[in-house]
């Protein structure tokens, strides 16, 4: 699968930002029906650790140079899975969403060997209006792997926030505290261990990439059982566009679920939202978590809005000398 006569690709540098964050904006918009990318994150993809654009990313151009397609990857912690990501203008260069993802993968086959791995595991997202991408990535050999709901809730109805459980307090965290953020993570890493996709992040590492979904310290938050840290809300700035507080992620220690952690730390979060005027909160589940806890997220008012898929395919190594 080639590119069309008269259409190029070459590899993209931080001088192509903003033409990546137009193509971007058009392939989000239809999507999920608005601009999820910003030029800070374009940056982020292009510079992060174990990402070299020069080798792992490409632009299409159109005959014209206009830049109409742009293809990444992505691996946060530099082991196990690679994340591919394929972003075009639907109305300019929807056929070379194809021809990026054979190099992608072509990519993620040398990218193997290089590891000295057999094979290496890529994901790429399907939304909901995506059938065309379906499409290309089944023929190409994937298949569904999970799925993900977007759960939201207006806070302009928001009731009250209610006391917490007997025993339960809620608390932002505090981020001069190392020993706080130590816990932070040590909830957040253990909270996570059973479920099917987790790939840890020590301390170290995961304190540098916080940073990478903003750090608005006052929405994070520790909940405390009669004293001791069971349970942290980590909010993202994600959806500020959309005026939107969004929990990225929501953490209990297994000896502490099903004593009213989760909606503590949820309805604090809400809460907190809406004190900054923000009109609506939001969530993502991973629906193969076996701790999903939708019956959850329901009770404090989120509901699904829209799905993203998951597909996956095993890409064996490039033979040596490839």
Same mark, same amino acid.
């Given at each position: ?10 590899? *993209? ?6 033409? @990546? ?13 608005? $601009?999820?990318?910003?030029?800070? &994150? ?10 070299? *654009? ?37 109305? !300019? ?5 194809? $021809? ?30 995506? =059938?065309?991408?379906? !499409? @290309? ?12 709901? #977007? ?10 926030? *209610? ?15 190392? #020993?706080?953020? !130590?816990?932070?993570?040590? @909830?957040?890493?253990?909270?996570? =261990? ?12 995961? #304190? ?32 500020? &566009? ?35 005027? =923000? ?10 978590? $076996? ?32």
């Amino acid at each position: 699968m080639t590119l069309p006569a008269g259409w190029s690709a070459r590899r *993209p540098t931080l001088d192509d930002v903003p033409a @990546i964050l137009s193509v971007v904006h058009a392939a989000d918009t239809f999507a999920v029906g608005y $601009p999820d990318f910003d030029a800070a &994150d374009v940056e982020a993809a292009l510079t992060a650790p174990y990402v070299d *654009p020069s080798r792992d990313s490409w632009l299409a151009l159109d005959p014209e140079g206009a830049v109409v397609g742009w293809a990444t990857l992505d691996n946060p912690t530099g082991v196990g899975r690679e994340f591919v990501e394929v972003y075009v203008d639907p109305e !300019r260069g929807a056929h070379v969403r194809g $021809p990026l993802l054979v190099r992608q993968l072509q990519r993620v086959a040398e990218r193997a060997a290089e590891r000295s791995l057999p094979a290496l595991t890529v994901r790429c997202a399907v939304f909901e209006p995506e =059938r065309d991408w379906q !499409r @290309i990535l089944t023929d190409a050999g994937f298949s569904l792997a999970k799925r993900y709901v #977007r759960m939201h809730r207006s806070l302009a109805d928001l009731p009250a926030e *209610p006391p917490p459980p007997p025993g339960v307090t809620v608390r932002p965290v505090r981020p001069d505290d190392e #020993r706080d953020l !130590r816990d932070f993570h040590r @909830i957040f890493d253990t909270a996570f =261990r059973d479920t099917p996709d987790y790939e840890p992040l020590g301390y170290a590492e995961w #304190r540098k990439k916080i940073t990478q979904h903003g750090t608005t310290w006052d929405e994070w938050f520790v909940a405390e059982v009669d004293g001791v840290a069971a349970g942290a809300l980590q909010s993202s700035d994600q959806a500020l &566009d959309q005026n939107e507080g969004f929990v990225r992620s929501l953490s209990v220690l297994p000896a502490y679920r099903r004593r009213g952690v989760g909606a503590a730390l949820l309805r604090r979060a809400f809460t907190g939202y809406a004190e900054k005027g =923000r009109t609506s909160a939001g969530l993502g589940v991973d629906l193969t978590n $076996p701790t999903t806890p939708l019956s959850l997220y329901r009770s404090v008012g989120l509901r699904e809005t829209r799905w993203t898929d998951m597909y996956e395919l095993v890409v064996p190594a490039a033979a040596s000398g490839v």
